[in-house]
T-cell receptor, first 111, second 112 residues
Framework: EAQVTQNPRYLITVTGKKLTVTCSQNMNHEYMSWYRQDPGLGLRQIYYSMNVEVTDKGDVPEGYKVSRKEKRNFPLILESPSPNQTSLYFC??????????FGNGTRLTVT | LAKTTQPISMDSYEGQEVNITCSHNNIATNDYITWYQQFPSQGPRFIIQGYKTKVTNEVASLFIPADRKSSTLSLPRVSLSDTAVYYCLVGGLKTGANNLFFGTGTRLTVIP
């Protein structure tokens, strides 16, 4: 089954403790991206990647890192999480046709 | 970067046709128009995509006028399960519009 898999689904952590949210897709898509969703603000793009070793900033990249060492994986890294990064995170992938396929989301709480 | 403007919310009764219009005045020549549906705590789901005129699939229709500065998503005979947030996106990976902007979308509430 074609899918985008994010892990974990839920994560509670404390300020400053490094964490990684994984994202994997099995559709051989070149394009992958990360979004965060907050009430009243809609979906905002954090980072995106056009292919292996090619990443670029989205609208809200501060406090986040990404890497794209393999085509299927696009992890989101929070080196020193802060409470304002408490949010619902979505990973997505696409072929060149722009129909994005989203994962089921990761709800992160930073205390 | 072509951004979009949509109504914040809409209400409709079950069985009615719903039209949600999106404004995208700065659309570029090679940009596509894509609509997504999102239920609470789920990732957005692709509904329909078009470039010009009219596109129809089993779920919805998309109407795009000649100037392409707006588009209208049409949902025929909505049901309670169509209650969701609908997003209009303009851009296209083929054209280099990689920073895909979702915005806040339109919250559709279907009333029994």
């Amino acid at each position: 089954e074609a899918q985008v898999t994010q892990n974990p689904r839920y994560l509670i952590t404390v300020t400053g403790k490094k964490l990684t949210v994984t994202c994997s897709q099995n559709m051989n898509h070149e394009y992958m991206s990360w979004y965060r969703q907050d009430p009243g603000l809609g979906l905002r793009q954090i980072y995106y990647s056009m292919n292996v070793e090619v990443t670029d900033k989205g609208d809200v990249p501060e406090g986040y890192k990404v890497s794209r060492k393999e085509k299927r994986n696009f992890p989101l890294i929070l080196e020193s999480p802060s409470p304002n990064q408490t949010s619902l995170y979505f990973c997505a992938s696409s072929d060149a046709g722009m129909a994005l396929h989203f994962g089921n989301g990761t709800r992160l709480t930073v205390t | 970067l072509a951004k979009t403007t949509q109504p914040i919310s809409m209400d409709s009764y079950e069985g009615q046709e719903v039209n949600i219009t999106c404004s995208h005045n700065n659309i570029a020549t090679n940009d596509y128009i894509t609509w997504y549906q999102q239920f609470p705590s789920q990732g957005p789901r692709f509904i329909i995509q078009g470039y010009k005129t009219k596109v129809t699939n089993e779920v919805a229709s998309l109407f795009i006028p000649a100037d392409r500065k707006s588009s209208t998503l049409s949902l025929p005979r909505v049901s309670l399960s169509d209650t969701a947030v609908y997003y209009c996106l303009v851009g296209g990976l083929k054209t280099g519009a990689n920073n895909l902007f979702f915005g806040t979308g339109t919250r559709l509430t279907v009333i029994p």
